[in-house]
């Protein structure tokens, strides 16, 4: 069964400090990883899929990166406005009836917080 | 401004009613899932469909939770009769066919299930 691992539950920042969310996962045979954004009272909001150990993506202050273990989220510089909850999901390749499909695992998140 | 929309947005019960929420995916989307988030569980996948047909149910009590796609426009997800374990947000999200793949999700804001 896949498992997703998100450390740590919750980071305190100052404005500017910069830091990193862990995502550690163990699959049969990665297929992708997905981080998404959660703001209070809000669903999720998609943000980067890395699907190769090296990949990287940028969105404004945020990089994610991928090895073959885990996935890191680099916040640089962060602003008050990027606090929210950051969750990792991976795919796992499901069938039914001969249909195929990825069915996603979600780790339990990283509260992040930035102070001003 | 595409997006998915979600009622009730809150809800509060007694146990033993009967509770449907109601999701309107993004108009052209194919696919939907429903997700339910607790603090303990994180978010879990409820069910799956694809061109209105359900791919995974695997994960709702099917004593008590029914899905359904009664037409493209409309998903519903019903509980009967609600327990207070139940209690939690229900989040719909929808995407393109190969959204469990690529991660594209497009979540509703939820609805926050309360059953005393």
């Known amino acids: 069964e896949d498992q997703v691992t998100q450390s740590p539950e919750a980071l305190r920042l100052q404005e500017g400090e910069s830091s990193s969310l862990n995502c550690s996962y163990t699959v049969s045979g990665l297929r992708g990883l997905f981080w998404y954004r959660q703001d209070p009272g809000k669903g999720p909001e998609f943000l980067f899929t890395l699907y190769s150990a090296g990949e990287e993506k940028e969105k404004e202050r945020l990089k994610a990166t991928l090895t073959k273990k885990e996935s890191f989220l680099h916040i640089t510089a962060p602003k008050p406005e990027d606090s929210a909850t950051y969750l990792c999901a991976v795919p796992s390749l499901s069938n039914a009836g001969g249909t195929s499909y990825g069915k996603l695992t979600f780790g339990q998140g990283t509260i992040l917080t930035v102070h001003p | 401004d595409a997006r998915v929309t979600q009622t009730p947005r809150h809800k509060v019960t007694e146990m033993g009613q009967e509770v449907t929420m109601r999701c309107q995916p993004i108009l052209g989307h194919n696919t939907v899932f429903w997700y339910r988030q607790t603090m303990m569980q994180g978010l879990e996948l409820l069910a799956y469909f694809r061109n209105r047909a359900p791919l995974d149910d695997s994960g709702m009590p099917k004593d008590r939770f029914s899905a359904e796609m009664p037409d493209a426009t409309l998903a519903t997800l019903k509980i009967q009769p609600s327990e207070p374990r139940d209690s939690a947000v229900y989040f719909c999200?929808?995407?393109?066919?190969?959204?469990?793949?690529?991660?594209?999700?497009?979540f509703g804001e939820g609805s926050r299930l309360t059953v005393l």
């Open positions: 999200a929808s995407g393109l066919g190969l959204a469990g793949y690529t991660g594209e999700l497009f």
